[in-house]
């Protein structure tokens, strides 16, 4: 059965779930794909202990401390998403990478070549936002792109990390991957 918490962050209130001990979803309330893996009939459970792994690293890094070890997740999704998504995991606190870079990486991983596009499409259904940084992910061109929660958040988030966002170009149309 999975369980949902919510978490009150500087940026506003988070839902978390999870499934036989690990997180399953971090959303930002109202962000695009709010709760969309939360199983209907999911009860809530304030004190599971991947709760309060998750609420300790998630007050740390609001702190601006390092949060340390990531808590225990297993988001929902296809094989190559839950690729991406571990690849997200490996982009260091405070550092950039481009959906470019990301799919190079990936495709070394995987033994096949991996279109900037199709991990964009991902990285964008990541639904252990935060935890898994999908936030540290911009357009080849330098320019923010989209984020789920929001292109406030995304910068908030990158600041909170010390990156200089002001050489960071917001997206006039489009997506550039």
Excluded at 28 to 42: I, P
Excluded at 63 to 92: C, K, M, N, S, Y
Aim: proline content about 6%; hydrophobic content about 40%; some cysteine.
């Amino acid at each position: 059965m999975q369980h949902y918490t919510t978490y009150t962050s500087p940026l506003g209130a988070i839902t978390l779930a999870e499934e036989d001990g690990a997180l399953t979803g971090l959303w930002f309330d109202g962000q695009k794909y709010d709760r969309a893996t939360l199983a209907a009939g999911a009860g809530r459970a304030d004190d599971l202990p991947v709760f309060e792994q998750a609420r300790g690293w998630l007050d740390a890094y609001f702190a601006g401390t390092d949060p340390g070890a990531l808590p225990p997740t297993a988001p929902r999704g296809t094989d190559f998403q839950r690729a991406v998504w571990a690849e997200l995991a490996t982009i260091p606190h405070g550092t950039l990478t481009t959906y470019g870079a990301l799919a190079q990486s990936l495709g070394e991983h995987l033994g096949r070549r991996c279109s900037a596009r199709a991990v964009g499409t991902a990285v964008g259904r990541n639904p252990v936002s935060v935890i898994l940084p999908c936030h540290r992910v911009v357009g080849a061109s330098g320019s923010l792109t989209g984020y789920a929660g929001g292109l406030d958040r995304k910068t908030a988030l990158l600041e909170l990390e010390g990156v200089d966002v002001s050489a960071l170009r917001r997206p006039t149309t489009g997506t550039a991957l």
